[in-house]
């Protein structure tokens, strides 16, 4: 089990221009924008747990973006696991 972050839509204010979360995610196209929503949007199997995304959506007071726990099937769990330490989750 393992963190993925989640935008939480009606939080986000990608539709006002804040882009933060994408431009800070260290994991290529894993946060990109929703074009129909206008929301930051996570790609479940390219998320690595390190919450730098949330850092700065909380920076900003947005605060829309949160972990959530995954099992090893990929599927969504209803609560939180256990956080990677800064820079486990791009160990080898």
């Known amino acids: 089990m393992?963190?993925?972050?989640q935008v939480i839509d009606d939080k986000c204010v990608a539709k006002k221009g804040c882009?933060?979360?994408i431009m800070y995610?260290?994991?290529?196209?894993?946060?990109d924008l929703n074009v129909t929503k206008m929301v930051a949007e996570v790609t479940i199997s390219?998320?690595?747990g390190c919450?730098?995304?949330?850092?700065?959506?909380?920076?900003a007071k947005h605060m829309a973006i949160e972990m959530q726990a995954v099992g090893a099937t990929g599927k969504?769990?209803?609560h939180k696991g256990?956080?990677?330490?800064?820079?486990?989750?791009?160990?080898?």
Request: with cysteine; glycine share 4%.
């Open 2 to 5: 393992y963190n993925i972050a």
């Open 19 to 21: 882009r933060l979360c």
């Open 25 to 31: 995610c260290p994991e290529a196209n894993c946060l």
């Open 46 to 48: 390219r998320c690595k």
């Open 51 to 59: 919450e730098l995304c949330v850092v700065v959506c909380n920076a």
């Open 76 to 78: 969504l769990l209803d």
């Open 82 to 92: 256990e956080s990677a330490a800064l820079g486990q989750a791009y160990q080898g």
